[in-house]
C-alpha cells in the first residue's frame, strides 16, 4: 500500500447522537447534505448492515460530471460508530464517523483516509488539494448539521 492521508472534522450538532446516527445512515436523504449532483444507486440493503454495498454518482471535483464509486459499510453501532469503504477509481478511501454524547446534543467527528497521490500531485497536496478537501468537507459537515437540526 502507498503513502496515505489521514484528516479529521469535527462539528457540535444539537441533536441527541441516535439521531444524528440516523440522520447519517439514511441513504435516501444524503443528497440533502452532499454536495452537487448527487445520487444514491443500487442500495443491497435496507436497513443499512456491515457489508451493505450502493452506488454513488457525483461530481468528482474539479469537474467531472457523475463520477461512480461503490460503497461498503464496514462498521454500523447504533448510535456511535458509522465506517465506510469508498472504491473510488481502483483506491480504496475510508470514512468514518465518531458520533459521542455532548450535553444535550451530538459531537459528530468525521476521519477521512484516502491515498496520497504521486508525482507532481502529490508534491502540491499539503498546499492545494488538501485545503480544498479541507473546505469542501467543512462545508458540507455545515449542511448535514442544518439537515440534523431540522
Do not use: C
Not at 441513504?27 to 457489508?51: K, Q
Not at 502529490?122 to 498546499?127: D, I, V
Request: no cysteine; proline share 7%.
Amino acid at each position: 500500500m502507498g503513502k496515505r492521508v489521514e484528516l479529521e472534522w469535527s462539528i457540535g450538532i444539537d441533536k441527541a447522537p441516535e439521531e444524528v446516527f440516523d440522520y447519517l445512515v439514511d441513504l435516501g436523504r444524503h443528497h440533502e447534505w452532499a454536495h452537487g449532483d448527487f445520487r444514491v444507486e443500487n442500495v443491497s440493503d435496507t436497513p443499512l448492515e456491515v457489508g451493505s454495498t450502493w452506488t454513488t454518482y457525483a461530481l468528482k471535483p474539479p469537474s467531472t460530471p457523475g463520477h461512480r464509486t461503490d460503497t461498503t459499510v464496514t462498521a454500523l453501532e447504533r448510535p456511535t460508530r458509522f465506517a465506510i469503504t469508498v472504491l473510488d477509481d481502483g483506491e480504496e478511501h475510508y470514512t468514518t464517523y465518531v458520533l459521542t454524547p455532548d450535553g444535550a446534543g451530538t459531537l459528530l467527528r468525521q476521519t477521512l483516509d484516502l491515498p496520497k497521490p504521486g508525482g507532481a500531485v502529490g508534491l502540491a497536496f499539503n498546499k492545494m488539494i488538501k485545503p480544498h478537501i479541507e473546505s469542501g468537507v467543512g462545508k458540507t459537515l455545515e449542511v448535514f448539521k442544518a439537515g440534523a437540526e431540522r
